[in-house]
């Protein structure tokens, strides 16, 4: 029997004398095929041997609709609030690093004297 190519173990290269079929576990039989119940068949999926698949087969997502005022106006609030806690957090890590920065110079003037 031939090499079966829709299976996962099934491995092609091409060389100066032709093409070369293998099976990446050597499961052959004598004639250098598949045998015709091969318990190591495993059928190929698409996503292994490069293919692409068509429209039909993958629903598309629906084209987003451009925000109305209201929506672009409450969008335009949240990116604001995000702002300004974003801002609010990067000051408190400041503050908390130098308050740091302070205490280690304190501690080391203590060592010092």
């Known amino acids: 029997m031939p090499m079966r190519t829709d299976c996962t173990h099934y491995a092609s290269r091409t060389t100066q004398d032709g093409l070369v079929e293998t099976c990446r576990i050597g499961a052959t039989d004598e004639t250098g095929g598949c045998a015709a119940d091969c318990a190591t068949f ?3 999926p698409v996503t292994i041997v490069g293919w692409e698949q068509g429209s039909a087969a993958v629903p598309l997502a629906p084209e987003p609709t ?3 005022a209201d929506e672009a106006a409450l969008l335009a609030e949240l990116a604001s609030l995000v702002d300004e806690s ?3 957090a990067v000051s408190a890590e400041a ?3 130098r308050a740091e920065q ?3 110079e304190k501690r080391k003037r203590r060592r010092i004297r």
């Open 42 to 44: 495993e059928t190929r």
């Open 66 to 68: 451009p925000p109305d």
């Open 86 to 88: 974003g801002e609010a």
């Open 95 to 97: 503050e908390r690093r």
């Open 102 to 104: 302070r205490r280690a």
